[in-house]
T-cell receptor, first 116, second 112 residues
Framework: GAVVSQHPSRVICKSGTSVKIECRSLDFQATTMFWYRQFPKQSLMLMATSNEGSKATYEQGVEKDKFLINHASLTLSTLTVTSAHPEDSSFYIC????????????FGPGTRLTVL | DAKTTQPPSMDCAEGRAANLPCNHSTISGNEYVYWYRQIHSQGPQYIIHGLKNNETNEMASLIITEDRKSSTLILPHATLRDTAVYYCIVSTYGGSQGNLIFGKGTKLSVKP
């Protein structure tokens, strides 16, 4: 299957700093990528839909000014958590849709964010 | 909210078939049934999907009832590495009209 990578896999930062997480589709082009968040013992919650070359669409309750999404190319989307606080500590997962083929979504391995 | 209902947990003996049920009584005609699984601290992994016919691939089989209101994922010979949370999701093809909405899933524990 298609491969989606995320970088970094794990990050620890101080409260008030910003953290950027990258999501890449390695062997396919993705006009649409999705960002999810998962708290311990809970399911994945969709945060936003990222479309190449246009603004992201955020789910209700997700602050767009806090979670900045950039999808500048067909293989890369970035999520920046600005002014991170301990309550932002979570597992962030991206997925990418193969726009040329079956239109299925492929998930990245996730990024564990810990804010001290 | 997720459109599916799954048991919160199930156990299965190693080497035996694992049958994971899912209810999706409000599924609409253009929605597929998708199954993903998530092994601890990893991203979800696609398993299989179907519309109305039964499907089989190298990982599993998907049995969808004739009225499409429920389905069963079958892992024919479960191994310890199949221990994971299994999510049943209904969505238009590829989530093309939005996204995949994850419910709570079923935590499958495969025991030796």
């Amino acid at each position: 299957g298609a491969v989606v990578s995320q970088h970094p896999s794990r990050v620890i930062c101080k409260s008030g700093t910003s953290v950027k997480i990258e999501c890449r589709s390695l062997d396919f082009q993705a006009t649409t990528m999705f960002w999810y968040r998962q708290f311990p013992k809970q399911s994945l919650m969709l945060m936003a839909t990222s479309n190449e070359g246009s603004k992201a669409t955020y789910e209700q309750g997700v602050e767009k000014d806090k979670f900045l999404i950039n999808h500048a190319s067909l293989t890369l989307s970035t999520l920046t958590v600005t002014s991170a606080h301990p309550e932002d500590s979570s597992f962030y997962i991206c997925s990418a849709r193969d726009s040329r083929g079956s239109d299925e979504q492929f998930f990245g391995p996730g990024t564990r964010l810990t804010v001290l | 909210d997720a459109k599916t209902t799954q048991p919160p947990s199930m156990d299965c003996a190693e080497g035996r078939a694992a049958n994971l049920p899912c209810n999706h009584s409000t599924i609409s005609g253009n929605e597929y049934v998708y199954w993903y699984r998530q092994i601890h601290s990893q991203g979800p992994q696609y398993i299989i999907h179907g519309l109305k016919n039964n499907e089989t691939n190298e990982m599993a089989s998907l049995i969808i009832t004739e009225d499409r209101k429920s389905s069963t994922l079958i892992l024919p010979h479960a191994t310890l590495r199949d221990t994971a949370v299994y999510y049943c999701i209904v969505s238009t093809y590829g989530g093309s009209q939005g996204n995949l909405i994850f419910g709570k899933g079923t935590k499958l524990s495969v025991k030796p």
